[in-house]
């Protein structure tokens, strides 16, 4: 794509990104053809193709209206168009970019900063939103069904035993914001199958939000904040020889694997967040590793039969992090039977602080991935992502799981490595 980037904008190495971005666009348009937002609403601004446009206008010096950043705003950041893009433009990358250049060139209404800011203030922080949890779930009876099923129920805590023998191998676990204190099983279970198979978990303490709701909300610095702050909580153990740093939350594991090249410039952090992002995987990727090479599980180990369970892959697993089927391959590994799902490529509305902020076309999307992970009236839905999660069982007529739990429940036998 032919672009005249302003001088001013190619001085910033976000201009210079964006401008390299541009470039690899050729416009074609296949990328509207899986892009769920332009699917529902027909307009090309609504589609990656006039998103694109709207940015290289931005750089150009072009005037920026509420227009422009409402048609960014709709955009889910679901990164469907990049697996669809021949000519491989990092869109996401560009978004995220776009976002914050128009934010700073048009301003919100009081209310939308004001919600905007209460998102970054309470999401990333745990014990904030355990109070808001908390008082929401006391509130729940007396609230409209609309605001009930966004509300998510107490889950019970299963147990671990309170000596779990020391294991030779060990990896780091990001304990998470939103999981920790909505869905902590998630975590439990990631320990307990890991334990077995002879990893030890370790925690690092001073670890916290991932960076990615400030990321996508054209709070940059506020996000690097973050990243470095988890940098230094898990060096220590880097140093120390841990094999790898497990992503429970699809989500966070895509912004993790980009620390690198988020903090490339920054001359104290650019070595330390490469070598981080190199050492993140899903529990997916550890365990069909496990699998695979190590040959540690077989269907004998698992006590359930067959069940027909219907798996919903977020975005950020297959269009972020580029994990197509690797969830659904340890599954049926497993001896689960995946039901088919269409358009499983498509977005289910949740996209982080989507469904708050953009909240009709978030439930339409979600009505039509419920239409499809149901149609085949599944035992269960399970997912990889706390924010799909919680999602779907707003409105789902099935319970809702994220897969390491279902893994965990089932299994049985001792594998090939010591369990003790």
Known sequence: MLIHTTENYLKSTQGQEADAILRSCVHCGFCNATCPTYQLLGDELDGPRGRIYLIKQVLEGHDVSSKTQTHLDRCLSCRSCET??????????????????VD????????????RLALRKLIPYPKRFAVLLKVSQLLKPFLPVSLKQQIPGIQKTNSLPQKMQAKPRQMLVLQGCVQLVATPNTNHSTTSILHKLGIHLISASEAGCCGA???????????????????????PYVEQGIEAIV???????????????????????ADKANRISQLTKDIGEILA??????????????????????????????HGQKLVGVVESVLKHCGFELSHVTDAHLCCGSAGTYSILQADLS???????????????????????????????????????????????????????DFS
């Open 84 to 101: 669809t893009c021949p000519s491989g433009v990092q869109y996401g990358r560009l978004v995220d970019i776009g976002r914050e250049l």
């Open 104 to 115: 700073d060139k048009v301003s919100r209404s009081l209310v939308e900063q004001i919600k």
């Open 363 to 417: 439930r339409q999307l979600l009505h039509n991935k419920l239409n499809a992970l149901q149609k085949h009236q599944p035992e269960l839905i399970v997912t990889a992502n706390i924010g799909c999660q919680l999602h779907l069982q707003s409105q789902a007529d099935v319970k809702v799981k994220h897969w390491i739990e279902l893994v965990d429940e089932s299994f049985v036998c001792k594998a090939a490595t």
């Open 289 to 318: 590793d496990e699998i695979v090479t190590n040959k540690s599980l077989t269907d004998e180990h698992f006590k359930l039969p067959a069940r027909n369970i219907a798996f919903h892959s977020p975005c950020t697993l297959q």
């Open 247 to 269: 992503i429970t939350a699809s989500g966070c594991g895509a912004v993790i694997k980009e620390y690198g090249h988020l903090l490339r410039h920054d001359i104290h952090y």
């Open 213 to 235: 709701v400030s990321q996508h909300l054209s709070a940059q610095q506020e996000a690097l904040t973050f990243m470095r702050r988890n940098i230094d909580a898990w060096w």
